[in-house]
């Protein structure tokens, strides 16, 4: 009886599928539909923040023109104070495909200088973050010293500092790649410490205690217990740290002469109004941004894996 | 040994004495050139700093002790910044020392008045003050649409991956060179983090404080207003002081995009590349002190509001 024999199956795929759609229903119906509302707000904006220009240097000032002529040229100008939605995707698409990759008119070149040093200076600074936490941890000096400092210094826009480090790398015949990297660097590096103190102090006491009984040694009670147990504490302080790292990378590329970088490519459109230019890059930053965490996200799920959720 | 605690603090004390001692020989100010007995001289006293330092951080008992030392630990960097500096005769553009910078700090001091003026009390509070408001006022509107969290909160959540300090040239395109457009950057990254930390605080409130309410007949505005705001203080304190040090970047960065001819980030940015780098580090400590400002002045006001929290009661 082939037919008996499916049936069973087929209601299974349909409850998957009503179970799917009910949540897609919950969890994904509301996103889309907040996202549309956000595009046809775009589309308005556009429609409305251009209009007056439009008006000004677009329409024939001695024929008449009707509302559709007015919309169509508010959607289509070249540098409009808010360009629409489909200008800025035509111009990200057509950098990404009209150029090649060693060219600056590509996106993608950008996206690479940024994201090469956001990404040494993330590497750098977790493991100077690392190195300096477990110093903390096994030092009372440095505890009571050096750790009110960093914890303080997350009240302070240390981002500042940028102009500085790159005049002082400057001047030391430092370019490219070296001063962004050290300013991602010093940005990851903080939040990492800080998170990493806690993490390594989160064991209990009779998880240590414990340690003390196998007559483990610091190393040892560093690799077995401590450093497993921090890194639920760790992961969060990367997403931040690489967030704030591209921050660093692109404040970077400001005051260099603008030649290579998202944060360049922002620069430069906003010296010639190149509006479209300025949008697509923001769009670009915005992907790298949620690549780069989504990055470490994935790492951090196949890390903690087979970790049961608290 | 057995070190008492006045012993740690008279030795600490005393190697400060011996650190004003040492910044009185010629070398210290650049008057001559260091001689080796100043350098045996600095060595020991860096030596004995650093024994001062662990003798003082083992100390056991009240908290102003941890402070102390660190307070310690301070004062010794910016010593030894400045006399290592002066003696190695390090160029100004690399690193200035402190002395100089508090100089030009004094002599810079209306300047810098300005650009705190400027960045801090018009663009940083005024941006603070809206985006927080803004994203609590969200926050309570949506609080009977469950379909609009739903669809608000992953993409609020998403905007901090977002670098969205780069809107800083579209904000001056619209609003203009001055602090308007400041504000506004500003404005749009403290609005998310309010957001999020508020939808999290109206959900904090516990099952049996509800159900209570619930019995007491008590109508939705009632129960927000005496139970559920409340209880959702500590989270918004949470945002609002990650928010200080935003808006703070935000402030700072977006002045490096363009801006009138005052402001902390312009300082900061114009001075850079005139080397005046004394000013420069003026500004940055104007900007850090402002931020730790902002930050204790809020944690005042959480242990003012919310009192009763675990996290604020506890000593």
């Known amino acids: 009886m082939p037919f008996a024999k499916r049936w069973p199956m087929v209601t299974m795929t349909n409850l998957a599928l009503s179970h799917r759609l009910t949540q897609f229903r919950s969890q994904g119906l509301p996103v889309v539909v907040i996202l549309l509302a956000l595009l046809v707000a775009w589309y308005l904006g556009a429609w409305w923040l251009n209009a007056p220009g439009a008006i000004e240097r677009v329409m024939p000032s001695d024929a008449p023109w009707t509302w559709q002529d007015l919309l169509i040229s508010t959607l289509s100008m070249e540098r409009p104070l808010l360009p629409a939605p489909h200008q800025v995707a035509l111009d990200f698409w057509s950098s990404l495909v009209d150029w090649p990759l060693s060219s600056p008119r590509n996106l993608l070149f950008h996206v690479a200088v940024t994201a090469e040093s956001t990404l040494w200076g993330f590497g750098l600074g977790t493991a100077l973050g690392l190195l300096l936490s477990v110093c903390i941890v096994h030092s009372r000096t440095l505890d009571r010293a050096l750790l009110p400092w960093i914890v303080a210094s997350q009240t302070v826009p240390v981002l500042a500092i940028a102009p500085i480090v790159l005049v002082i790398l400057g001047s030391l015949g430092f370019s490219g790649v070296a001063p962004k990297a050290v300013i991602a660097m010093y940005l990851c590096f903080f939040p990492v410490t800080v998170a990493m103190v806690q993490g390594l102090r989160s064991p209990q006491r009779m998880e240590t205690e414990m340690m003390h009984t196998y007559a483990a040694s610091n190393w040892q009670a560093l690799w077995l217990l401590r450093l497993p147990a921090a890194l639920p504490f760790l992961f969060p302080a990367l997403r931040v740290g690489i967030a704030a790292g591209l921050v660093g990378a692109m404040v970077a590329e400001l005051p260099t002469g603008a030649v290579a970088g998202l944060g360049a490519r922002l620069l430069t459109g906003s010296y010639y109004g190149n509006t479209i230019q300025i949008w697509s890059a923001l769009v670009m930053s915005a992907l790298l941004g949620l690549a780069l965490t989504s990055g470490v996200a994935l790492i951090e799920r196949l890390v903690l894996r087979n970790r049961s959720q608290p | ?315």
């Open chain 2, 1 to 315: 040994m057995k070190r008492t605690v006045k012993f740690s603090l008279v030795f600490a004390l005393a190697c400060l004495l011996g650190g004003v001692a040492l910044m009185q020989m010629p070398a210290a100010t650049a008057a001559a050139p260091p001689t080796p007995w100043f350098w045996l001289a600095t060595t020991v006293l860096g030596l004995l700093a650093v024994q001062s330092i662990r003798w003082v951080a083992a100390l056991d008992g009240p908290r102003i002790y941890g402070l102390l030392t660190a307070a310690l630990f301070g004062l010794w960097v910016v010593y030894f910044w400045q006399l290592l500096v002066v003696a190695f005769e390090v160029p100004r553009v690399l690193l200035p020392p402190p002395a100089l910078i508090v100089q030009s700090m004094a002599t810079h001091g209306p300047t810098l008045w300005g650009d705190f003026v400027q960045t801090v009390l018009k663009a940083v509070l005024v941006g603070w003050a809206l985006g927080s408001g803004l994203g609590f006022a969200v926050a309570v509107a949506i609080d009977r649409l469950p379909f609009l969290q739903r669809g608000l909160l992953p993409i609020a959540s998403l905007t901090s991956t977002i670098p969205l300090v780069a809107v800083a040239p579209i904000a001056v395109m619209w609003f203009g060179f001055d602090w308007p457009s400041k504000a506004a950057v500003v404005v749009l990254m403290t609005f998310f983090p309010m957001l999020v930390s508020t939808l999290a605080g109206l959900k904090a409130s516990g099952k049996l404080e509800r159900e209570l309410m619930y019995s007491y007949a008590a109508s939705y505005t009632r129960t927000l207003l005496a139970l559920r705001l409340p209880a959702a203080l500590p989270f918004m304190f949470g945002a609002l002081k990650v928010n200080a040090t935003l808006a703070l970047i935000g402030g700072i960065v977006a002045e490096f995009f363009g801006s009138p001819t005052t402001g902390l980030g312009f300082r900061i940015s114009t001075e850079a590349s005139r080397m005046n780098m004394p000013l420069v580090w003026g500004a940055i400590v104007v900007a850090a002190v402002t931020g730790s400002v902002m930050y204790a002045v809020l944690v005042q006001l959480e242990r003012r509001a919310a009192f009763w929290h675990p996290s604020v009661r506890e000593d």
